[in-house]
């Protein structure tokens, strides 16, 4: 008890949330964008085409996929302009949105879409195996489109955990005793050791409860949580 | 190929042995109509020919006209020109699988079967590692929600669950499987053959087993639930190839 956060860990908390704060200010753009569509009334979902450029300019670095996901607009579609991949190689997401289709879609399901649509927040999901565009393992940062004041849809960026680790990896190693990254159900995205891999999930209970406080914190055993901003990501050390 | 078809048509008349009923009779032109051995819109022979036919009843025959048109594989007209024809599922979706059943070869159907069993089975022990109360209900919801064809419940049930594995590499192999096998494995046609045949109940177990932690429970459950299906699909196609 009483043991003081390591400089290193503070570091590796901040390297996370500048990454993520990235990929949402990406989303933030996008959102800005897609909600000066509603301003002369509802569009069709076909105007979201002018959303392009931006969204195509978005991928590259961390950003592997991006775009605006709206409900159905002025001709009774959904709007969806995503786009997947880098700058060089990139592919537009088409979502099959027929229910009598056996590769259906069910967006609002989606914690990505239904998350931000429920509490007006914007949401990390993940990571998560994202078998909906990328068929990747993935986080996903979502913020609400809303048409004054109302949900109109969501804007997001997709960011594969694979990338995200190796991103994280200097500040991961230089924090020498076992650690971890994980969201405030456990589930780990980048791990320093086998045992805690992407993907695997603390069971610990003190460690599941303290998660879900978000607050830094000491646990039995001497892990050590430092929480990411005001992300629902944490960093766990163990001694 | 003439003849071929022409002798499997003359299994599909065989008299039965005195045991069988109108269910037999039932399964014998539902198989015909799936594999392409009936034709769409082809008329069946009268309900007295059947009868001798099959060696069965009149009663029998008519019993099994009920049930085979309560499954809208046989529509019987009146009036002039009336009788029972047949009516195959639609037109695209019957192309589809007659065309791959005709290219289904045995050795094959278990290789892929293996493999998908393999993968499926991978999915649900990882699962059981790695699923926290969230992802169980995720798979209970999907189980219960999916409405429609058995082969689209099917896909929806174990992407989840791999899924729920962490792995997008096995959500991805689950996702070429089912457009690869799971129509012709999950084809409603193996579930009239088989009346106490119950997937639901079948994932309520998996899905139990990962919620329990039990990976190797939840993997061999999981593998079986596919062999069962396999085995029907094989005993079907054995049945109609027979020479």
Same mark, same amino acid.
């Given at each position: 008890?009483?043991?003081? @956060?390591?400089?290193? &860990? &503070?570091?590796?908390?901040?390297?996370?949330?500048?990454?993520?704060?990235?990929?949402?200010? &990406?989303?933030?753009?996008?959102?800005?964008?897609?909600?000066?569509?509603?301003?002369? %009334?509802?569009?069709?979902?076909?105007?979201?085409?002018?959303?392009?450029?931006?969204?195509?300019?978005?991928?590259?670095?961390?950003?592997?996929?991006?775009?605006?996901?709206?409900?159905?607009?002025?001709?009774?579609?959904?709007?969806?302009?995503?786009?997947?991949?880098?700058?060089?190689?990139?592919?537009?997401?088409?979502?099959?949105?027929?229910?009598?289709?056996?590769?259906?879609?069910?967006?609002?399901?989606?914690?990505?879409?239904?998350?931000?649509?429920?509490?007006?927040?914007?949401?990390?999901?993940?990571?998560?195996?994202?078998?909906?565009?990328?068929?990747?393992?993935?986080?996903?940062?979502?913020?609400?489109?809303?048409?004054? %004041?109302?949900?109109?849809? @969501?804007?997001?960026?997709?960011?594969?955990?694979?990338?995200?680790?190796?991103?994280?990896?200097?500040?991961?190693?230089?924090?020498?005793?076992?650690?971890?990254?994980?969201?405030?159900? %456990?589930?780990?995205?980048?791990?320093?050791?086998?045992?805690?891999?992407?993907?695997?999930? @603390?069971?610990?209970?003190?460690?599941?409860?303290?998660?879900? &406080?978000?607050? $830094?914190?000491?646990? $039995?055993?001497?892990?050590?949580?430092?929480?990411?901003?005001?992300?629902?990501?944490?960093?766990?050390?163990?001694? | 190929?003439?003849?071929?078809?022409?002798?499997?048509?003359?299994? +599909?008349?065989?008299?039965?042995?005195?045991? =069988?009923?109108?269910?037999? +009779?039932? #399964?014998?032109?539902?198989?015909?109509?799936?594999?392409?051995?009936?034709?769409?819109?082809?008329?069946?022979?009268?309900?007295?020919?059947?009868?001798?036919?099959?060696?069965?009843?009149?009663?029998?025959?008519?019993?099994?006209?009920?049930?085979?048109?309560?499954?809208?594989?046989?529509?019987?007209?009146?009036?002039?020109?009336?009788? =029972?024809?047949?009516?195959?599922?639609?037109?695209?979706?019957?192309?589809?699988?007659?065309?791959?059943?005709?290219?289904?070869?045995?050795?094959?159907?278990?290789?892929?079967?293996?493999?998908?069993?393999?993968? !499926?089975?991978?999915?649900?022990?990882? !699962?059981?590692?790695?699923?926290?109360?969230?992802?169980? /209900?995720?798979?209970?919801?999907?189980?219960?929600?999916?409405?429609?064809?058995?082969? #689209?419940?099917?896909?929806?049930?174990?992407?989840?669950?791999?899924?729920?594995?962490?792995?997008?590499?096995?959500?991805?192999?689950?996702? #070429?499987?089912?457009?690869? /096998?799971?129509?012709?494995?999950?084809?409603?046609?193996?579930?009239?053959?088989? =009346?106490?045949?119950?997937?639901?109940?079948?994932?309520?177990?998996?899905?139990?087993?990962? !919620?329990?932690?039990?990976?190797?429970?939840?993997?061999?459950?999981?593998?079986?639930?596919?062999?069962?299906?396999?085995?029907? /699909?094989?005993?079907?196609?054995?049945?109609?190839?027979?020479?």
């Amino acid at each position: 008890m009483g043991q003081t @956060i390591t400089s290193e &860990t &503070t570091a590796l908390a901040a390297r996370v949330t500048t990454l993520a704060e990235a990929a949402f200010a &990406t989303a933030d753009g996008l959102r800005r964008r897609a909600e000066d569509l509603f301003t002369g %009334g509802r569009p069709a979902s076909a105007d979201l085409a002018v959303l392009r450029p931006w969204v195509t300019e978005a991928l590259g670095g961390l950003i592997n996929g991006a775009g605006v996901i709206t409900v159905p607009l002025a001709d009774g579609r959904p709007g969806l302009e995503w786009w997947m991949g880098s700058p060089a190689q990139r592919s537009r997401l088409t979502l099959d949105l027929d229910p009598a289709s056996d590769t259906f879609v069910d967006v609002g399901r989606q914690p990505w879409y239904s998350v931000p649509r429920d509490t007006g927040r914007r949401h990390v999901t993940g990571p998560y195996v994202d078998y909906v565009c990328a068929e990747q393992y993935a986080l996903t940062f979502t913020v609400p489109v809303t048409d004054h %004041g109302t949900f109109a849809g @969501i804007a997001g960026a997709d960011v594969f955990v694979g990338d995200f680790e190796r991103a994280l990896r200097p500040a991961l190693r230089a924090v020498g005793t076992p650690v971890a990254l994980v969201n405030t159900h %456990g589930r780990v995205v980048a791990g320093s050791t086998a045992h805690h891999l992407a993907g695997s999930l @603390i069971r610990d209970a003190h460690i599941r409860t303290a998660l879900l &406080t978000a607050l $830094p914190a000491v646990l $039995p055993g001497g892990v050590r949580l430092t929480p990411c901003g005001t992300l629902p990501l944490a960093v766990l050390t163990w001694p | 190929m003439g003849t071929s078809r022409a002798s499997a048509r003359s299994v +599909v008349f065989a008299p039965l042995d005195p045991h =069988s009923r109108a269910e037999t +009779v039932v #399964r014998r032109l539902t198989d015909a109509i799936t594999f392409g051995l009936l034709t769409d819109a082809e008329q069946l022979p009268s309900e007295t020919d059947l009868a001798a036919q099959f060696g069965v009843s009149r009663v029998t025959v008519r019993e099994a006209l009920v049930a085979l048109r309560q499954q809208n594989l046989v529509e019987t007209r009146r009036g002039r020109g009336g009788g =029972s024809f047949v009516r195959a599922p639609t037109a695209a979706a019957d192309r589809s699988l007659r065309s791959r059943l005709s290219e289904l070869s045995l050795p094959n159907l278990r290789d892929t079967a293996d493999h998908y069993a393999a993968v !499926a089975g991978a999915a649900a022990r990882l !699962a059981a590692q790695r699923a926290d109360a969230d992802d169980i /209900l995720r798979i209970e919801e999907v189980d219960a929600d999916v409405a429609g064809p058995l082969h #689209r419940m099917e896909r929806a049930y174990h992407l989840e669950v791999a899924a729920v594995a962490q792995s997008a590499r096995l959500a991805r192999e689950e996702i #070429r499987f089912a457009g690869e /096998l799971g129509t012709l494995l999950w084809s409603p046609i193996l579930q009239t053959a088989d =009346s106490t045949y119950d997937p639901h109940a079948e994932h309520r177990a998996i899905t139990a087993a990962i !919620a329990a932690g039990d990976g190797d429970l939840a993997r061999r459950l999981t593998e079986e639930h596919i062999e069962t299906a396999v085995e029907r /699909l094989v005993t079907l196609h054995l049945t109609l190839v027979e020479p």
